[in-house]
């Protein structure tokens, strides 16, 4: 059974950094793609980063780029989003998703589990 464990939401003022971690069992970890997913009240749930644990290719949304990184500990099988300046609109809660992740020119999509959110505030 694939269980993802997500922690590391919490409150922040703008322009300060959070680090969220998954910690994940149940498959392999090896040459699948995992990611990072949120969705903000009203929209969709979209693609924020998402990386492949074989090549280490990775995606992230134009909304967070240069801003957000998401690394790997394949020992800990654990994906890390590590965000920083973080903004009001980023607020909303943070899931994270494998193995079933696809990896695209235009995003990333789950087709498969998702782990329980994290919310993160970022207050103004």
């Known amino acids: 059974e694939v269980q993802l464990q997500a922690s590391g939401g919490g409150l922040v003022q703008a322009g300060g950094s959070l680090r969220l971690s998954c910690a994940a069992s149940?498959?392999?970890?090896?040459?699948?793609?995992i990611g990072w997913f949120r969705q903000a009240p009203g929209k969709e749930r979209e693609g924020v980063a998402c990386?492949?644990?074989?090549?280490?290719?990775?995606y992230y949304a134009d909304s967070v780029k240069g801003r957000f990184t998401i690394s790997t500990d394949k020992a800990k099988k654990t994906v890390y989003l590590h965000m920083n300046s973080l903004k009001p609109e980023d607020t909303t809660v943070y899931y994270c998703?494998?193995?079933?992740?696809?990896?695209?020119?235009?995003?990333?999509?789950?087709?498969?589990?998702w782990g329980q959110g994290t919310q993160v505030t970022v207050s103004s």
């Open positions: 998703a494998a193995p079933s992740v696809v990896i695209t020119g235009n995003g990333c999509f789950n087709f498969g589990s």
């Open positions: 149940g498959f392999s970890f090896e040459d699948y793609a």
């Open positions: 990386i492949s644990t074989g090549d280490g290719s990775s």
